[in-house]
């Protein structure tokens, strides 16, 4: 883990608030004295997350990601710990020290050194000898040189070790570009090329580093249409969007989201600057919140098909979900944006932008295809469709509108319809009472998994100890000194809560602080995210030296015992444990989860 002095990370902590970093990628309301919103890092309809300013620390109730604000960075940026600490001392103006250490920082490092390599290896290639069916082949989809060379537009031969033997002279290992994903290595050990035959769109972060690839198939070569870069160190195809470095400085405050790359760079050479496309992938939540950074509305142009309208549907969701404004491109007599602007020009594509529909409208409009309104039966199905498609509406106003507009037009009554939308919006909220209801129950058997801690579901009695003894210490870093004298870390009888210990003690042995961000530079991930979750789920219950020294005793007892016979396991502390989670329910209104 990263050599970095405790004094720095302590003034981090200080300077770097975790609500006012955290808010500028979530949307945050006020719960008391924690703050909620929509969880980053999966999809999910009711708040979870939640930003605990007193700790500085962070956990979603969901999907149990947690930890302090430099671990929260990590996770939204795709940084090392070393880049993350980096990252926010830039932004708060605090200069970094000069030690560090970070294996997975150095190798992201170099993957993007390879990545910038390849680009210019295949932009070379595009305009070489073995190029010119490449380039025919851009020059036949309307690109113009200026835009090719913007775009770093390029070309992998059908070679199967061109680029891998080129970088390897530039001093790459076959690990650092297997890691990179721009070599594979076969069963026999022998490395070859990811990308052959292939014209190849460079995939460039919003810091201008070039993350990833895209290659589409030229000729008669087998294999995927389109091949993209998989998973790395440096690029998440969830967390990117082609051309979103260039977007990001449009004026304006809306972003058109088309489906593929030449769409995307169509739509800037007509003068669409706007244009972003996903990576090879269905629109994930992670973009959707990307995008809503850098736009207050959103345009999908997404292909006139089948799959593009399906598509379509999906992506209005997800946004609607962050609050962001949505319209939809119907684009008639064309396949796509670029097929639109080579048929019809530019003019009547700025003319179509304008008067697009908003994304309810759109599937209105998609409602009264499937339906026939010319009869009784067909009316009636519309309506519950409808009926369906409003109840998902968060705006009284914009449901009265389209309800008012479809009474009128059908000659139903406008209550029914309302009454409809109101036993719809009841049904589903009793469902989801009932679903917070077992998840409260599993929570509280479930966390911390399993998987990462066995032992917990052994010695429940140790793990409540251990717990409330964690989250004293960090409320009551006096008592640490004193605890840590009593008792050494592998008396611990469950494994992250010892690692937890280790951790701590070590911080007093060396004089240092007690806070998220010292701690979460000696943690693992897991035991960050069990932390997190210690905090999080505190009963704000009081207690002092005398308390701490009970635990102390308990979780020696519970060792000895544990020792003696490791199966043995005691039931009372869980149930106090579910106890305690339904008084915090109780207490916050349920808004921990979701309520």
Known sequence: MALIP???????????????????????KRSGRTLKGLCPFHGERTPSFFVYPETQSFYCFGCGAGGGVI????????????????????????????????????????ILEANREAARHFFKNLSGEGGHQALDYLRSRGLMAGTIRRFGLGYAPESWQGLTDHLKHRGFTEDELV?????????????????????????????????????????????PKYLNTNDTPAFKKSRNLYALNMAKSHKGDQLILAEGYMDVI?????????????????????????????????????????????????AADLFDQIGLRVR????????????????????????????SQ???????????????????????????AFCQLMATLRSPVETDV?????????????????????????????????????????????????????KRAIHRRAAVAEDRLIRLMMKNPDYAERVAEQMSAHEAVTELNGRIFKAVFDKIAAGETLHMASLSASLDQAATRHLSWLLATGDGVAEGLTEALDYVNTIKAERARAERDPTESDSKELQDYIDTLKKIKRQSGGNQYGK
């Open 358 to 384: 908003s994304a309810t409208e759109y599937e209105i409009a998609r409602l009264r295809e499937q339906h026939d309104l010319n009869s009784g039966e067909g009316k009636i199905s519309f309506v519950q």
């Open 179 to 223: 890691a990179a994903g721009l070599t594979a290595r076969g069963e026999s050990g022998r490395c070859y090329d990811v990308f052959r035959g292939r014209v190849m769109f460079p995939i460039i972060d919003l810091r201008g580093a070039v993350v990833a690839f895209g290659g589409r198939l030229m000729g008669e070569a087998k294999g």
């Open 71 to 110: 671990n929260f960075i990590q996770r939204i940026e795709n940084l090392g710990f070393v880049e993350a600490v980096n990252f926010l001392a830039q932004r708060v103006g605090l200069p970094m020290p000069e030690e560090t250490d970070d294996t997975a920082g150095r190798l992201r490092l170099r």
């Open 6 to 28: 405790d004094s720095f990370l302590t003034e981090l902590q200080y300077r770097a608030d975790a609500e006012s970093i955290i808010r500028s990628y979530v949307q945050l």
């Open 402 to 454: 389209y309800v008012s507009m479809i009474a009128g037009e059908l000659g139903i009554a406008k209550e029914a319809i309302l009454a409809s939308i109101a036993d719809i919006k009841s049904r589903k909220q009793r469902e989801q009472a009932k679903k917070i209801d077992r998840d409260l129950h599993i929570f509280a058997e479930e966390t911390p998994s399993r998987r990462e801690d066995p």
């Open 328 to 355: 939809v491109l119907e684009l008639e007599g064309a396949k796509d944006p670029d097929d639109y602007i080579k048929k019809r020009g530019k003019e009547r594509f700025a003319q179509l932008l304008s008067g």
């Open 266 to 314: 169509a739509l800037h050479q007509a003068g669409f600057g706007n244009a972003v496309a996903t990576l090879g992938t269905a629109l994930t939540p992670e973009q959707a919140r990307l995008i809503s950074q850098y736009a207050a509305e959103v345009v999908i142009a997404y292909d006139a098909d089948t799959a593009g309208r399906r598509a379509t549907r999906r």
